[in-house]
């Protein structure tokens, strides 16, 4: 089976960094991806990992580790707007295993 | 481009009841998908299709039934309404390749009381 763990809060300030981590256990693992979702709204993609490293897309950047199964989305100058839940995923043969996710409070 | 279309947006059905939700979209994905998310879950996945007349079972699929019979919709049925099936429902889209960036659809409110 799979699974996924990620913080179920974070809580930050405008401008500043805020990182959520994600570790999973899963069987034929292809690689992880990032969502957001605002309230009522619907997830969409921000970022994907299926090697190791840092992969940046503006403000956002995704990193992985395949050997620690574990990887992590990095926010940088924190707006308002990234106010939202944030869902890492494991891609798993023709599909996607979303975490329970991660609600980011940002406070002015 | 409307991307991934759902129909309806709301819903409240008696248990017992049967409804189908649409899911329609118009970026000649190969892959469609069916997931529910409940308070304080991520996404389950209830059924998915790899393509036109193809279906597979996801991780939470009773009760549910789907069909896809053309490349741009796959339908979601529910047989007899459960109060246990009170979620929001999305459909999403991908293509073969880039199964990791799927496009959701804006979702399905149902309520069984």
């Known amino acids: 089976g799979q699974s996924l763990e990620q913080p179920s809060e974070v809580t930050a300030v405008e401008g500043a960094i805020v990182q959520i981590n994600c570790t999973y256990q899963?069987?034929?693992?292809?690689?992880l991806s990032w969502y957001q979702q605002h309230d009522g709204g619907a997830p969409t993609f921000l970022s994907y990992?299926?090697?190791?490293g840092l992969e940046e897309t503006g403000r956002f950047s995704s990193f992985l580790s395949r050997s620690d199964s574990y990887g992590y989305l990095l926010l940088q100058e924190l707006q308002m707007k990234d106010s939202a839940s944030y869902f890492c995923?494991?891609?798993?043969?023709?599909?996607?295993?979303f975490g329970t996710g991660t609600r980011l409070l940002v406070s002015p | 481009n409307a991307g991934v279309t759902q129909t309806p947006k709301f819903r409240v059905l008696k248990t017992g009841q049967s409804m189908t939700l649409l899911c329609a979209q118009d970026?000649?994905?190969?892959?469609m998908y069916w997931y529910r998310q409940d308070p304080g879950m991520g996404l389950r996945l209830i059924h998915y299709?790899?393509?036109?007349?193809?279906?597979a079972k996801g991780e939470v699929p009773d009760g549910y039934n789907v069909s896809r019979l053309k490349k741009q919709n796959f339908l979601l049925g529910l047989e007899s309404a459960a109060p246990s099936q009170t979620s929001v429902y999305f459909c999403?889209?991908?293509?073969?390749?880039?199964?990791?960036?799927?496009?959701f659809g804006p979702g399905t409110r149902l309520t069984v009381t």
């Open positions: 299709s790899v393509g036109e007349g193809t279906t």
């Open positions: 970026m000649n994905h190969e892959y």
């Open positions: 999403a889209s991908s293509y073969p390749a880039s199964t990791y960036e799927q496009y």
């Open positions: 899963t069987s034929g693992f292809y690689g």
């Open positions: 995923a494991v891609i798993s043969f023709q599909k996607l295993v």
């Open positions: 990992n299926a090697l190791d």
